[in-house]
């Protein structure tokens, strides 16, 4: 039953069965007229519109004419209470033929304008605060509709807006709209900017690379792939952001890349992505947040600090599919890595803040075998910069 509008019917008119003066409150329709209508029970009450059809074709040509509200129907017979909108009339002159209408009254109108704007203008008044009491307010929490999950709302500053992160609630900066001079976001997808020339810093962002420029290459549904490949005995090939140089400390910060490894024969290889204090490790760096991946085994999240190392699974295989490696450096305390998506790692140890880093992805091939690192696109957002 609808708790807002009055419910509706295409061609909904009916003949009344006899005349009635104005005070009567039941009417009865002509036989099998009543299934024309709705039924209140079911459906909620509705006005109808009665008048001398006999006289005046028209209902509004009828200077008796009458709005009631039906509140009850048993087959033809009707309860009604009189006059909603217009005064009670007499319906009873004889040789006429009355008859009634559901169409849409000015009441109607009213309800659904003023169903709009309560909604438009819907609101939720806690007393400008959510738990607690007045002079101490509490925020309770959030609950999801699908799971559900608690959620819970930290503290949020001014200006800012909600971003979920795990199962708290907390302020973050727009993703677009207002500019943010303490943020700063990288994109490389390579298909822009010159290649193969050693001579210049390649594609969009100016990278450096060794000896051996990379090449681009273009696969089903990838526009654009730089591919470092290291025939038999190569020993390092890299490519690393030469316009930034080396930064004093790891930022605040998100890296995603776009990568596979893919070798032949019994090649002997390992692969770092990520921040690290040196282009040319052997065999990793003294100090780094990056993914290592080494022949046959699985993709590890690595946080290193004076050469010692907290180094976790993923779990995942480099088989040489592309993944998406996303690290999220938030903290000096906490590092997270995530593979397509997933979080598949949060190391909280030997997380560095020494000075001396740079944005590279290197490859390094110690057998007679060919190895090769495709890489479909690059990206980072640093935080907290100041200009």
Request: a negative charge; proline letters at 4%.
């Amino acid at each position: 039953m609808s708790d807002v509008l009055d419910p509706v019917r295409n061609f909904a008119r009916v003949e009344v069965s006899t005349g009635y003066n104005d005070t009567v409150t039941t009417v009865v329709l002509a036989a099998g007229h009543g299934v024309l209508l709705p039924n209140p029970a079911t459906e909620g009450p509705f006005n109808l519109v009665w008048w001398n059809s006999t006289d005046y074709p028209d209902p509004m040509d009828d200077p008796n004419v009458e709005i009631i509200r039906v509140s009850a129907k048993s087959t033809d017979t009707l309860t009604i209470v009189r006059g909603v909108e217009t005064s009670a009339h007499t319906h009873n002159t004889g040789g006429k033929t009355y008859k009634m209408i559901l169409a849409l009254t000015v009441a109607q109108m009213d309800l659904i304008d003023s169903s709009l704007n309560d909604l438009y203008n819907y609101k939720v008044d806690v007393g400008g605060q959510i738990g607690g009491t007045a002079a101490s307010p509490t925020v309770i929490g959030i609950t999801e509709t699908a799971g559900p999950t608690a959620l819970t709302i930290g503290a949020v500053a001014d200006g800012k807006f909600l971003k979920r992160v795990g199962t708290g609630i907390v302020g973050a900066d727009a993703g677009g709209g207002a500019w943010d001079d303490t943020t700063l976001e990288l994109v490389d997808d390579f298909i822009h900017g010159l290649f193969n020339v050693s001579s210049v810093y390649p594609f969009k962002l100016g990278w450096k690379y060794d000896s051996n420029p990379p090449a681009v290459q273009y696969t089903a549904g990838r526009l654009g792939v730089v591919r470092l490949a290291a025939t038999a005995d190569h020993t390092t090939l890299y490519l690393s952001l030469a316009t930034f140089g080396v930064f004093t400390s790891v930022p605040i910060s998100k890296m995603r890349m776009c990568a596979a490894v893919i070798s032949t024969g019994s090649a002997s290889h390992a692969v770092r992505m990520g921040w690290l204090n040196s282009v040319n490790p052997s065999p990793d760096p003294t100090e780094g947040v990056y993914f290592r991946a080494t022949t046959n085994g699985n993709w590890f999240a690595v946080t290193r600090t004076g050469s010692v190392e907290t180094a976790t699974d993923t779990g995942v295989a480099v088989n040489g599919s592309y993944h998406r490696f996303e690290i999220d450096y938030n903290s000096t305390s906490e590092v997270k890595f995530y593979i397509d998506g997933v979080l598949k790692a949060t190391n909280t140890a030997h997380i560095t803040t020494t000075s001396g880093y740079m944005m590279p992805m290197f490859l390094v091939n110690s057998s007679s075998g060919a190895v090769q690192l495709d890489v479909d696109y690059f990206a980072v957002a640093i935080t907290g910069i100041s200009r």
